[in-house]
């Protein structure tokens, strides 16, 4: 009995080791008058929605209605910023429109799951700068009454060296 039960315990902390932990959260970010607002700015500029917090992080979402650059200029761009850069954060994301006919998301918009690097050193701000075609975008669903709704998706990763193994717990 003995035998087995350090076995138990042995797998247990080998499997709590390899777990990956993620702090989630998400945003809608309303844009109005979205004629009005791809009329006032131009090829890689945005308007970024309010900040928001999530894994202890601040972030904002940016939308760019003529493209993050000339080479995408045909569509329309979505990014994540990070605002808080003091460290490397590991997080993942994903993007939708709300679909004004079933009051659903989209499902036809781009889905990267790899985890991507946030840093002051690297990139602050990561996402899709051929995210949907411009016109695409304006005879479909997700745009109704020059309305728009974006909601973006984190999950951030949480830093495994915060976490204490039974080994460490009477050192802390």
Request: some cysteine; overall charge neutral.
């Amino acid at each position: 009995m003995l035998l087995l039960t350090a076995f138990f315990f042995s797998f247990l902390i080998t499997t709590s080791q390899a777990a990956d932990v993620f702090l989630t959260g998400s945003k809608t970010f309303e844009i109005t008058d979205y004629s009005v607002v791809k009329k006032g700015v131009s090829t890689g500029n945005c308007i970024q929605s309010d900040p928001f917090t999530v894994g202890g992080y601040q972030w904002a979402i940016e939308f760019y209605p003529l493209g993050y650059n000339q080479s995408n200029s045909e569509f329309v761009s979505v990014v994540v910023r990070l605002l808080t850069p003091k460290n490397v954060v590991k997080a993942m994301l994903t993007h939708h429109f709300q679909d004004w006919n079933t009051n659903g998301w989209s499902t036809d918009t781009p889905i990267d799951s790899s985890l991507l690097t946030f840093s002051a050193n690297g990139y602050t701000g990561w996402g899709h700068f051929d995210f949907m075609r411009r016109s695409s975008l304006e005879v479909s669903n997700y745009l109704r009454n020059d309305k728009l709704v974006i909601k973006t998706n984190i999950w951030v990763l949480k830093d495994s060296s915060s976490f204490l193994m039974p080994s460490q717990l009477g050192a802390a």
